[in-house]
């Protein structure tokens, strides 16, 4: 339940993962969940898992989620999100992780979301590791079957524990769709990584760059 992006590229405004994606949250999690509609523009839901990334516990406790929807009408959705409990094996040390989503269709063809996430864990030798960061998405419909598509982030790993070194992250992405059919569609990318320190990899396999950039082309087939 947490983040804007999903596991399936199709679903996704862009065909590379955020930061936040990457990052913040689990990209999955076992578990029940409990819906309900408090009226036709509110709801909440309950959420109850064994951890982060995990099918069987590795610890003594559960995690718990929860989601409340707000959507006053068919163009604005608040979504705020909330996941927490001990995700280390054999560690009572909670994690906690606040997220946020703001879709609004700005137009007939213009829609925009913001994310943002907030994290932190207690670790075992005392102090708090802190991770926060926002992203800003948007795309433009030209025609009903090519689309242009944009986004940018802020990323801040304040204490090395998600990325492995304490680091500020930004990203911009541009991406180009096609669509052939109801099925098939085709995605052009440009995306460019920054980072305040060296953390990406040079021709040689040295950690000397501070940013890269990717450029890839993806055929997307759905069934």
């Known amino acids: 339940h947490m983040g804007g992006e999903v596991i399936e590229t199709a679903s996704n405004i862009n065909y590379s993962r955020s930061l936040l994606f990457t990052l913040a949250i689990p990209y999955d999690h076992l578990g029940i969940c409990a819906t309900y509609p408090f009226s036709s523009q509110f709801s909440a839901t309950l959420y109850v898992y064994n951890g982060w990334n995990n099918v069987a516990e590795n610890n003594t406790d559960k995690t718990l989620g929860a989601e409340i929807t707000w959507s006053p009408s068919s163009k604005f959705t608040f979504i705020e999100n909330y ?14 992780v606040f997220d946020t989503i703001i879709n609004l269709q700005a137009t007939d063809a213009l ?31 030209l025609s009903d079957k090519t689309t242009l598509a944009a986004r940018g982030e802020y990323y801040n790993d304040q204490s090395g524990f998600t990325s492995g070194t304490t680091q ?16 098939l569609l085709t995605r052009i990318e440009y995306r460019g990584d920054f980072s305040d320190q060296n953390t990406f990899e040079d021709s040689t396999g040295t950690f000397t760059k501070n940013n890269q950039s990717t450029i890839l082309l993806g055929a997307i087939y759905s069934f």
């Open 83 to 96: 996941i927490g409990g001990a995700e280390e094996p054999n560690s009572t040390q909670k994690r906690h």
């Open 111 to 141: 829609f925009l979301t913001v994310n943002a996430d907030y994290g932190q864990e207690s670790l075992n030798g005392g102090g708090l590791a802190v991770w926060k960061g926002v992203a800003l998405t948007g795309k433009y419909s």
């Open 168 to 183: 500020i992250l930004k990203e911009i992405t541009l991406t180009y769709e096609y669509k052939f059919t109801s099925s």
